[in-house]
């Protein structure tokens, strides 16, 4: 399950200039701000591997599993303990975007 919060904000000015008023508007978004209160909130995950239990062989008349196994950093393989992982993309960070708007005729 993943939570995911984006927080927006908008401000209006209003300016007179040569007897006509002009609106702009000024909008701050912060996209996955669950992440930006706390670096391990907002993240997904990805699976690593799905199959814990593997089917190998039959040797008469008897199945043959084996649990997987995965490989340390340094380099000697043991019994699975990380079945999903973080993701590392652009979506799983917060992000950050400003907008200054003219509105026209108003």
Not at 47 to 53: G, P
Request: glycine share 4%; proline share 1%; hydrophobic share 40%.
């Amino acid at each position: 399950m993943l939570h995911r919060l984006d927080l927006s904000a908008t401000r209006d000015f209003y300016l007179i200039t040569a007897g006509k008023k002009s609106n702009f508007q000024f909008r701050a978004d912060i996209l996955n701000f669950t992440n930006f209160i706390n670096k391990d909130w907002g993240v997904t995950q990805r699976v690593t591997n799905a199959n814990v239990l593997n089917y190998r062989t039959t040797t008469t008349n008897v199945p043959f599993f084996q649990l997987a196994t995965q490989v340390e950093a340094d380099g000697s393989r043991v019994l699975i303990k990380d079945t999903f992982q973080k993701n590392t993309s652009t979506f799983d960070v917060w992000q950050a975007q400003f907008t200054l708007r003219y509105i026209f005729g108003k």
